[in-house]
């Protein structure tokens, strides 16, 4: 198969779709493996290190689209790109399609194989191929929330972990998924103290188990989350609904309850985002202010740290595209459902259910 690998053209997006070392698991399976030039760069990959295990160089996106069979990206293609897809072609990437009808009609549009990497599941329910992202992304929460809890950038001026004879800073996550575990375990060892809260028992009941004295869990509802965001100076919103678009857990008019300065981070946001007042921001511009509180929801965080993203992302969704490659899209999602359930849209029809009910659209079987 010819696998082509373009330059991700989303703002600030620094990731590569494939690493050399997966670059190298293909090619010496006899596949052909197109590279654009510089894809690799900002994540620390040179031109050269994908040349030296085969892969061949392509200046343009144009040529890299023209040139494969199946296109393996890190981020949903972007308007400039909705032109370069051909019917038939495989698309495997983060999607997000609930989160989007201009992208959904476009890749209808095209008629290509759309696989998305964030509803591969596996028999367990888990996702494999956004666990990685999601650990990054929940460990950036905390990152960047304890950075823009700063005065400078009109945050409350608070040091999350506090200091002898000052208390530490309250944290709130919403959603004890992977997101939420990776951000509880940030801020705890930062030494704030951590509330998290789920509406599933079972997942409140392992942080209870693994998580030390200062996360303590809670049963997410409207009233609980109302009182604790009264006093809460980072709240963390990493709710997933597989496919589907994040519920609105804080509403706008719950801001003029926080306290000024307090930050919000939505990790949700490339699923609509599960506060009302997320809007999504890019690592240039990423903080937006509404009653006070600042909000930060940008849509590809790991973006921010290629190198960790890009490594963690390849070694999980290489044997799904060794698989692909080796077999073709309808033969591997025959013989691998976990890799069926990651088909979205082929060639002009919807087929994952969430998504036709995102847009009132029809539902296509495969």
Not at 79 to 84: A, D, I, R, T, V
Not at 161 to 171: E, M, Y
Request: hydrophobic share 40%.
């Amino acid at each position: 198969m010819n696998i082509g690998v373009p330059i991700e053209i989303k703002n600030n997006e620094n990731r590569v779709g494939m690493t050399p070392s997966g670059v190298f698991e293909l090619t010496k399976r006899n596949h052909t493996v197109y590279i654009q030039k510089n894809a690799g760069n900002n994540s620390g990959f040179l031109d050269d290190d994908y040349k030296e295990v085969g892969a061949i160089i392509l200046d343009t996106i144009e040529e890299v689209y023209a040139s494969a069979d199946m296109i393996v990206k890190v981020k949903e293609p972007i308007e400039p790109e909705y032109k370069l897809i051909r019917e038939d072609q495989v698309v495997f990437t983060y999607f997000h399609f609930a989160s989007s009808e201009v992208l959904t009609k476009a890749m209808i549009e095209s008629k290509a194989v759309c696989i998305a990497y964030e509803t591969v599941e596996d028999k367990d329910g888990s996702l494999p191929l956004l666990i990685p992202m999601s650990e990054v992304a929940g460990r950036m929460s905390v990152q960047q929330g304890a950075k823009y809890l700063e005065k400078p950038i009109m945050g409350r001026g608070i040091l999350l972990g506090g200091v002898p004879g000052v208390p530490p800073a309250k944290v709130l996550i919403l959603g004890a998924g992977v997101v939420g575990i990776q951000a509880a375990r940030m801020a705890a060892g930062l030494g704030a103290n951590v509330f998290i809260m789920d509406i599933n028992m079972k997942a409140l009941r392992y942080v209870s188990d693994i998580m030390p004295n200062n996360v303590i869990s809670e049963f997410s509802s409207e009233y609980n989350i109302r009182k604790h965001i009264k006093d809460a100076d980072l709240i963390i919103g990493g709710v997933l609904i597989k496919g589907a678009k994040a519920p609105k857990l804080i509403t706008r008019d719950m801001l003029k309850e926080m306290q000024p300065g307090t930050v919000m981070v939505d990790v949700a946001v490339d699923q609509g985002g599960c506060f009302e007042t997320t809007v999504p921001t890019t690592h240039q511009d990423p903080t937006y202010i509404i009653d006070d509180v600042v909000h930060y929801s940008v849509a590809n965080m790991p973006g921010a740290v290629p190198y960790t993203s890009t490594m963690a992302l390849t070694n999980v969704t290489l044997p799904y595209v060794i698989r692909l490659a080796d077999m073709g899209w309808k033969k591997a999602c025959k013989t691998d459902k976990s890799l069926s359930k990651g088909l979205n849209i082929v060639k002009g029809k919807i087929v994952y259910p969430e998504i036709a009910e995102a847009f009132d659209m029809s539902l296509n079987l495969v």
